[in-house]
């Protein structure tokens, strides 16, 4: 899944995707920037 990594600022393949749910109960996906480790995050059913 690609997503934005606010470091490196452009749009990277996520490392080690888990699909999470957020308070509001709304899906999102967690995971990794492969360049730099930084946490990434996206709101949204993983696909």
Avoid at 14 to 37: E, H, S
């Amino acid at each position: 899944m690609e997503a934005y990594c606010v470091k490196c600022k452009a749009k990277r393949e996520m490392k080690n995707p888990q699909a999470v749910t957020m308070k509001n109960g709304k899906p999102a996906t967690t995971g990794t920037c492969p360049t730099c480790n930084t946490k990434m995050f996206k709101i949204g059913a993983t696909k």
